[in-house]
């Protein structure tokens, strides 16, 4: 199934064009409609020295807020009409001011969301929880990275594979994703030493059945060797030119090691490129 509907996650200019630039890319691949979803932070009421909020304060704060949101539509909608695309944007108000917790109920009706992978230079609120919206929404998450390109054409796809629940979940909702790049990789951590007596977990049965769909797939596997996951996975990309990681977010094997306490730590972080991730 293609992405008809992309909800694009703006929670800053920081990352507002490189997450127009992915959904864009998208949108005119797959003639998609998009969605900007943005939040702004509701002023705190300070109190003043005689013991009164600091009215001031708010209104000085909530004209400023009014001001960015403006300016990012703004934005937004120019970067859409250039590209001939339909949209919508939707602007929120919220206590903590993250667009990803204010577009859960946006993202839970799309095919596809999109937002900016965590800069660990970059002020804590000018990127959203990533998180938020992989536990809360039900649909697959691209995380575009902070460095290197914003959009790809895609063409090399590692898929990480452990035969677990959430690896199948994100194997067949980047489907339409595989079925164009030109090579898809079923990369297997660890593989089982009998592989005629797991097939599952080795990875050649999901290779099957996606080639079935007329991805070009192969399946290859690594010992870890006392590294960490997260490195294998980074050694293999940089090994194949991959442009695009899938990923299943939380299992109970070796990506639970990964995205335990990893997620935001290697893929949301540091992962140097696109990474499609499903729950």
């Known amino acids: 199934m293609p992405f008809k509907t992309i909800v694009a996650i703006i929670q800053s200019h920081d990352d507002a064009e490189r997450v127009l630039d992915c959904a864009i890319s998208f949108a005119e691949r797959f003639n998609s409609h998009v969605i900007g979803v943005h939040a702004e932070a509701l002023p705190v009421a300070y109190t003043s020295a005689v013991g009164f909020p600091d009215t001031e304060f708010i209104q000085v704060a909530s004209e400023a807020n009014k001001e960015r949101a403006k300016s990012l539509a703004a934005l937004f909608s120019s970067r859409m009409n250039t590209a001939g695309r339909p949209f919508e944007w939707r ?112 990875g050649a049965e999901i290779a099957a059945a996606l080639a079935r769909h007329g991805a070009r797939v192969t399946v290859t596997g690594k010992a870890s060797s006392g590294r960490s996951i997260d490195q294998v996975l980074q050694e293999q990309i940089a090994a194949t030119g991959a442009d695009l990681l899938v990923l299943g977010a939380y299992s109970h094997s070796w990506l639970r090691q990964l995205l335990f306490g990893g997620v935001t730590r290697t893929v949301l972080q540091s992962m140097p490129i696109a990474t499609f991730i499903s729950r």
């Open 91 to 202: 602007s929120h108000e919220c206590y903590s001011g993250d667009s990803a917790h204010s577009g859960i109920a946006s993202a839970r009706c799309a095919d596809l969301v999109i937002a900016a992978q965590r800069d660990p230079d970059a002020e804590p609120t000018a990127t959203a929880d990533i998180d938020a919206l992989l536990f809360e929404s039900g649909r697959p998450v691209l995380v575009v990275p902070h460095a290197g390109p914003s959009h790809s054409s895609y063409r090399r796809v590692v898929v990480a594979w452990n035969g677990s629940r959430e690896a199948a979940r994100a194997a067949f909702d980047a489907l339409p994703m595989i079925t164009r790049a030109d090579h898809t990789e079923i990369f297997v951590i660890d593989p089982p030493d009998d592989l005629d007596q797991n097939m599952e977990a080795s």
